[in-house]
């Protein structure tokens, strides 16, 4: 990630970014990840191959954010665009097995799950917010 980090992220903010964006494309897919200021609040940029871009809106929080805020925020604004992408065009992320829709993020007071829509009750991928 480039741009300066320290002054508004800490570390485990800008891990959980980064959890969201691997979370949504493979390595080979995303060519740079940066913060940018932004009148309205600090702009996640994700470049992709081809000169093509995606951002997500990194606040304003209502309350104090943690990392897991950001994870959900990132993730959820990310979510809506991949399938319109060229690298990743047409394709559900992250991909539900076996379904040709994406998982959805589930979110409870300790756990952060991806679950089929069609089965919330069955988490595919856990991510345990305590830890």
Known sequence: MSG???SDFD???LDAIQLAVSALFRPAEV???SIEPN???PQLR???PEDDLLFAYLGPFSE???AWDVFERVFEQLQDYV???GVTWGQPRPE???HPHPMQLLRTEHVLAMACPREPDVPIVVIDRRS
């Open 64 to 66: 104090p954010r943690d």
């Open 11 to 13: 570390r485990m903010t």
């Open 31 to 33: 060519v740079g990840i």
């Open 96 to 98: 539900c097995p076996g």
């Open 83 to 85: 399938p319109d992408r």
């Open 39 to 41: 009148p309205y609040a």
């Open 4 to 6: 300066d980090l320290t």
């Open 46 to 48: 994700v470049e992709l």
